[in-house]
């Protein structure tokens, strides 16, 4: 059964350097998201991503963070600046089609870790 | 401010009895119900989505949803060990496709 992959499954970094989560979606998906969920806090949305361009951010997804899809198969959250509250699990997400009434498939998820 | 609500728990329900978690969403133009389910250190898993008031039913799972009352829940019947997890409820407006989960429900199922 087709998933979605992120790499790395655990990145630690000091605060200020920049990291880049990696993610490759479902095949023939062509919505992309990124979540972010703090230890023992809710999954919160951060970006939606369709045809090369962000659909909707969140307020959580400021002028640190960025998405690109550099291929035809990855979709990578960038955070250029990192803070120590950046340490959370970032999942990506993907679905077939946008619009709504869709099922988000997650991938499992990259834990990172700001000291 | 959009919102999903649920009792963080934990909920103990004893093997093979009826699980019943429940969820409340404030935003009243959400469409799409999603319940998913983490266990701990884990990503969301799918468990169940509804679109339409009244009653979804998938193996030993069923989602209620009534939009008048804003009000989602999921029965779990015949609970086992493995159903333990934290259920999370997500609420998803169309045209606004990114959704909204609530701080989840921790379910143990005692053996």
């Known amino acids: 059964e087709p998933e979605v992959t992120q790499t790395p499954s655990h990145q630690v970094t000091q605060m200020g350097q920049e990291v880049i989560l990696r993610c490759v979606p479902i095949?023939?998906?062509?919505?992309f998201y990124w979540y972010r969920q703090i230890l023992g806090q809710k999954v919160e949305f951060l970006v939606s991503?369709?045809?090369?361009?962000?659909?909707?951010k969140s307020e959580i997804f400021d002028d640190q963070f960025s998405v690109e899809r550099p291929d035809g198969s990855n979709f990578t959250l960038k955070i250029r600046s990192t803070k120590l509250e950046d340490s959370a699990m970032y999942f990506c997400?993907?679905?077939?089609?946008?619009?709504?009434?869709?099922?988000?498939?997650f991938g499992p998820g990259t834990r990172l870790l700001v000291l | 401010q959009k919102e999903v609500e649920q009792n963080s728990g934990p909920l103990s329900v004893p093997e093979g009895a009826i699980a019943s978690l429940n969820c409340t969403y404030s935003?009243?133009?959400?469409?799409?119900f999603f319940w998913y389910r983490q266990y701990s250190g884990k990503s969301p898993e799918l468990i169940m989505f509804?679109?339409?008031?009244g009653d979804k039913e998938d193996g030993r799972f069923t989602a209620q949803l009534n939009k008048a009352s804003q009000y989602v829940s999921l029965l779990i019947r015949d609970s086992q060990p493995s159903d333990s997890a934290t259920y999370l409820c997500?609420?998803?407006?169309?045209?606004?496709?990114?959704?909204?989960f609530g701080k989840g429900t921790r379910l143990h199922i005692l053996p």
């Open positions: 997400a993907s679905t077939e089609q946008g619009g709504g009434g869709e099922t988000q498939y």
């Open positions: 095949s023939n998906h062509l919505y």
């Open positions: 991503f369709y045809n090369n361009e962000i659909s909707e």
């Open positions: 935003d009243r133009g959400s469409q799409s």
């Open positions: 509804i679109y339409s008031n």
């Open positions: 997500a609420a998803e407006m169309n045209r606004d496709d990114k959704i909204i």
